[in-house]
Structures are given as C-alpha cells and as structure tokens.
C-alpha cells in the first residue's frame, strides 16, 4: 500500500520559527517592564534612602535637645548652684560643663530680678537680662527657645565664620528649702546641628548632591546650603512635614529644578519641651536616577545579544536535531513502497532517535513472537487451566489454616490489651491517650484524681480544653501540626516539665513523657504526667538558700553578683547613675580576738541590720565575707547623692553596739564608686574600684568614706 504525500512544514523550520519568535516576545516583554519597573524602582530606593536620612536627621537633633534639656536639669539640681552663695563656685561649675560640652556658647545663672549672677567665663555677669524670652519663659517651667540670633553676646563670645545663632534651654532654680532663687539658661550653639548634618551625610552622599535642610516653622531654613540660610521656603514636602507626616516625594523647588524630598519633623517622638522643626534631604532628580538610566540601557543591550546569539543557536541546534528523524522517515517510507515488513534499521545520531528506531525494530520483532506466543497459548489452554484450578484449591485450604492462626492472635491480643489497661489504670501516673486531632480516647484512674475530670466526662473532648494553660496553647498547637507535616516536635518522644491546669482553675507543674504511636491511618499520642510541685518547691528552696548569707541573712556574693548587673542595666535604660559601696569595720579582728567568734557574729547581724535600716528599700546590701559588706545604691542624681548615704551609714555604725559579751563602740571605711549609663565598666571591676576605694579611707585615717 502506497502512502499520499502531504507538503508539511519541516520540524527544523518549526523549532527555527518558534525561537525566534520566543526570542522576540522575551525581548519586547523585557523591553516593557524594564521601561515600566526601573523607574519606579530607581525612585523607590531614593525615597527610602532620603526617608532614611531624614528620621536620622530627626533623631539625631531630638536626641541632642533631650541631652541639653536633661544636663540642664541636673545641673539646676546640684546642691551648689542650689544654694552656693558664691558666684565663683557656681562658675567654675558652668566653666566645667562647658569644657566637656564645647556646643555650650554659653551657661549662666540669674536672681530672682534677671541679673545674671554666674556665668561661663564671667560673660554677661552682673547684666540685666530679664527682658529675654528665655529668662521670661524659664521661670515657671522647664522653656526650649526655638532659632535666633545672638543679641547681648554677640560681641563678647570668640568670632566664628558666619555668625552666632542660638537654641535656649532655661528652668527655674530652687534652694533647698524650696525658696525660688532664679533662672538657669543655656545657649546651645547651633555649630551643633550643623555638625549632625556633616556626621549625617556619607562623601557618596555629597557627592551626589544630598542636602540637609532643617526649617522652622515659620517656613524659615535655619540650616541648609549657604545660598538657602534664613530664607524662606513653602514647598509640598515642608507642608507634610509640619502635619506630622514622614515620607518622601517628587517635587519641583523655587530653583525650578525637580527634586527627590524626605520629609519629616522633629519633636514627635520626645519630650514636651522639643522644638518641632521640619527636617528636608533633597537630591535632584535627574541625579538620583542617573545609575538606574545606566543599567536600564545595559540591560536592554545585553538582551538584545543574548536574543541574537539564541536564534542563531537555534537554527543550527534544529537542523541537527531534525535530520536523523528524516532519515528514519524516509526507511519506514521505503518500506511501504516495498510492501515488505523488514527490520527497521537503527540509527545512531542522538539517544531519543536512537531509542525511538530500537524501540520500531522490537515493535516489529514483539508483532512476530506475540503471533507465535498466541499459537502456543491455544494448544496449552486445557492444561494451563487444571493447573490454575489445583492452585486455587491449595491457596483456599492455606487461608482457612491462616485465618484460624488470625483468631488465636487477635484473641492474645485482647488479653495483653486487658492486662494493659488493668496496669494503666493503677499506675502512679496520669496516662491520657488522644489522637492527632487532640481529642482523648483514653483516660486512668490517676489522671482522675490529678487533673479533677472523671473519665466519661474527659473522653471525646480536646485535650487543650481540658487542662492547656492558655500561654501554652499556641506553642503546643504549632508544634503538634509541624510533627503531623514533617515528623519533627520539640515536645514528642522526651521527658519535659511543663504548666497545665486542673478543673478548678488552679495551674500546677507536672513532668510529661509523651510519645507517639503511628497506626495505619494516623497516630496515636500517649502521655505520662507526674505531679512535680513539691520537688519544684523544694529546687526553690534550695536556690534562695544558696543566694543569701546564712550569718546575716543578706544577699551573699553570688546574689550580689546576679542583682548588680541588673541594677546596671536598668542605669542604661534609665540615665540615671548607680552607686557601689565597700564597707569595712575598723578594728573588727579585735573584736573577734578579745571577746570570740560568737560576739563577733552578733556583732556582724546587728550591723548588717543597721545598714539596711539606712538605705531604701529599693537598694542592695549584700556580705561577701568576714566583716567586708556591699551596698548598691540606684537611681542617683550624682556623688552628692552617694556621699550623703554614705555620712548617714557612718553615723549608724558610730553609734554603741549593745552586744551580749560587751558594748562597743566601732567605726567603718568605706569605698565609693559611681557607674554612669556611658561608663563601659562590669560588675567586678565596680566592686573592685569600691574595694580600692576602701583601702584608700583606711590610709587616710578610717572612718570616712571616698569616691573614685
């Protein structure tokens, strides 16, 4: 039978086509997203960059206003600015203060009238300045005066390039016996914010042409480039910035020019006495978006090369795949003609020719044997069937002996079932059995007891209803659906202590061993729980014990150990400083010697009750040993503050001791040492500096305290 010839596409002309028009379709589809995405990313990453900068910006001028507002407090509440009656004292106070804050243009103290009656370097001194807004608003009440120039000191402080311009921080100043006695004010020189925007901006960041721009709400840049300063804006950015919003914009400036702006104002997240100024990163447009042009070309060339080099490789890669099919073809063809069924030749160009002219050759071969095969079949039909039917007869007799063998192990298994449960239901442990759904499918005698829920009123209800404390029930509900997912737990197959809840309500701690068991369709959860409220008890018996000294009852080396970095951190977080005492009793060997160990003990107990009488509650005494004694004053305004519960520990141990063997009259040294929240020291070298303190009372004379 001769077969029509039909003109068709060649499949080297198909896969040539498609190539190339995949090619084409990628390279437009790259064409457009590249113009549609670039873009918009480009200006995405500018805006979070300038968005960035400005909360910098923002934090960096808030954070330095609270640090002045702060410093000015605590100077208002020094005892010497307090109630010094001499200017020179107070002066050398501000001149102090000043050389460690060089930002400081300025510190002074007025009376009651506005005549300044101490000042940083005498400026200003004996100059009424009552008419000020900053003496005027400081006081009644804590006042920050916003961006102005320098008026009385003008002339007076040293020349600088540009002139003097000022942020005031004034407060009023009590003695202490509450008597008003003036006005402190600080001049925060505004050198200061124009050293946060340099600390700001990166050399990449000016070299592309970022600009800080800080405005005050008058619409007056205050700080920016030279040609901008003290003149006024009204700009889309600014308007957002003074309606509390942070972000960043595209917008076109007084210049003409585009510009990418981060906006946002200062004030929003401090105190109340912060300036609220709005803070401006602009960079222009064209540059910011100058390396994202770049790359877009440089992607949409290599593209375009790519897309060349694939069609070329696909004409090539088609012709060769598609020519060992044609010669195959082109045999089966002849084949036809001939009329003849002969072996298909077997081709050796690629492995899926290769396979497809083998796989041909055995069809034809299989075509020959299975004719033969069928031929066979039918003169061994009648002797295949008595065989097949003997068979059927020995598997049946095989399975009635299989299924009474099945009998006799499912009723051993009923047995060792009932012997289970009778052993379940009087162990000393709950046992729960649940299946992966949580649900209780089983439930001893124990459990009753421990938990409170009687077994009809337990089965069939979730176990996480049942006794779960509600702080557990996310954590374990997770865990149990990544086991069922992946197999993994962090609670199954151990022994955990954990919480759960009794049918009253009351929680209690319980140790749990729970297992899995995998059946044909799911599993099954087992768990064991062991009461352990009074073992936990009894731990925690034996961990306070281990913490407190057993002469005095206080806190011992170890506890000391733990509490001071506690106290130390809470000074971070606070501002506040922390005090570290080293106490020692001058003399207490003699006690010891002349009148024994046992005076010398109580001796120990009735001054460990002294000191802590002193303190506040709030403060740590502990006793590293002998007659050595650390106490951890918190929340400190400064040394005054230390010394003054020092003196008040030394006339408590001045006073008699009325001890059982004799009264005696002893007295103490003591080492001080300060930790501020910038101070990078750790606890053993606090107590290691008190204890060098000590040393240092005792050599000069003993009972005194000092501080280093």
Not at 13 to 29: K, R
Not at 257 to 267: E, I, K, S, V
């Amino acid at each position: 039978m001769r077969l029509k010839q039909v003109d068709r596409l060649r499949l080297a002309t198909l896969v040539t086509i498609g190539v190339c028009a995949t090619v084409l379709v990628t390279m437009l589809a790259l064409l457009i997203l590249v113009d549609h995405f670039a873009t918009g990313y480009a200006k995405q990453q500018a805006y979070e960059r300038l968005q960035q900068l400005s909360w910098q910006m923002r934090d960096s001028l808030d954070s330095g206003i609270d640090r002045v507002i702060d410093q000015t407090l605590v100077v208002a509440d020094m005892n010497t600015v307090r109630d010094a009656n001499s200017s020179d004292d107070i002066r050398q106070i501000f001149d102090n203060l000043q050389s460690k804050f060089t930002d400081y243009a300025w510190i002074g103290l007025t009376d009651v009238s506005g005549v300044v009656f101490a000042s940083t370097g005498g400026l200003l001194q004996g100059v009424d300045v009552s008419a000020r807004p900053w003496f005027q608003n400081g006081r009644q009440q804590l006042f920050t005066g916003d961006y102005h120039p320098a008026l009385l000191l003008e002339k007076k402080l040293p020349e600088i390039e540009g002139n003097w311009r000022f942020v005031d921080v004034s407060l009023p100043v009590r003695r202490g016996n509450g008597e008003y006695r003036g006005v402190l004010g600080v001049h925060l020189s505004w050198q200061w914010a124009r050293g946060v925007a340099d600390a700001l901006l990166i050399p990449a960041d000016r070299q592309y042409m970022v600009e800080v721009l800080v405005v005050r709400d008058d619409g007056m840049i205050i700080l920016g480039p030279d040609y901008l300063q003290e003149t006024k804006i009204n700009t889309s950015s600014l308007n957002l910035a003074r309606s509390g919003k942070a972000g960043a914009i595209s917008e076109k400036w007084p210049d003409g020019r585009r510009y990418l702006t981060g906006y946002t104002q200062t004030g929003t997240n401090s105190n109340e006495s912060s300036l609220k100024w709005s803070v401006l990163i602009r960079q222009p447009e064209e540059v910011a978006l100058a390396t994202f042009h770049d790359l877009q070309q440089q992607i949409l060339m290599v593209g375009g090369g790519i897309g060349l080099l694939l069609a070329i490789v696909a004409v090539g890669l088609t012709r060769r795949l598609a020519k060992p099919l044609d010669d195959l073809s082109a045999a089966i063809m002849r084949q036809r003609e001939d009329g003849m069924i002969d072996a298909i030749p077997i081709l050796h160009g690629y492995h899926e020719v290769h396979l497809l002219s083998m796989t041909l050759a055995n069809m034809v071969e299989r075509e020959r044997q299975h004719v033969m095969h069928l031929q066979s079949l039918n003169e061994n039909l009648e002797q295949l069937v008595q065989e097949r039917t003997s068979e059927i007869e020995q598997k049946a007799r095989a399975l009635e002996e299989s299924l009474a063998q099945q009998m006799l192990i499912q009723q051993r298994l009923q047995d060792s079932e009932a012997e289970l449960r009778a052993t379940l239901q009087n162990a000393n442990d709950a046992f729960i059995a649940m299946d992966q759904d949580g649900i209780i499918v089983d439930w001893n005698d124990q459990s009753e007891r421990l938990l409170g829920w009687a077994r009809h009123e337990a089965i069939g209800r979730k176990a996480i209803d049942l006794m779960i404390p509600a702080a557990l029930l996310d954590g374990l509900q997770q865990d149990m659906h990544r086991f069922l997912l992946t197999g993994e737990s962090n609670f199954l197959n151990r022994r955990l202590e954990s919480t759960l809840v009794r049918r009253d309500g009351v929680e209690f701690s319980v140790e749990i061993a729970l297992a899995t068991v995998p059946l044909q369709q799911g599993y099954r959860f087992i768990a064991f729980l062991h009461d352990i409220t009074e073992r936990q008890i009894q731990q925690a018996s034996l961990k306070a014990m281990a913490l407190k000294d057993a002469l005095t009852d206080l806190p011992n080396r170890r506890a000391l150990l733990l509490k001071l970095p506690e106290s130390m951190a809470r000074t971070k977080r606070i501002g506040k400083p922390l005090a570290v005492f080293f106490l020692d009793l001058d003399g207490f060997k003699g006690v010891n010697d002349g009148y024994g160990h046992e005076a010398g003990d109580e001796l120990l107990r009735t001054l460990a009750q002294r000191i802590v009488s002193v303190v506040r509650t709030t403060d740590t005494v502990a006793r590293l040993a002998g007659d050595e004694f650390v106490v951890v004053l918190e929340m400190l305004n400064g040394n005054a503050d230390a010394l003054e519960v020092a003196e008040k520990i030394l006339q408590a141990l001045q006073q008699p001791f009325e001890l059982t063997a004799a009264t005696l009259t002893l007295s103490g040294s003591i080492g001080i040492t300060m930790y501020w929240p910038e101070d990078p020291t750790n606890a053993d070298q606090l107590i290691t500096l008190a204890d060098g303190a000590m040393y240092a009372a005792k050599k000069m004379g003993k009972n005194r305290a000092v501080i280093v």
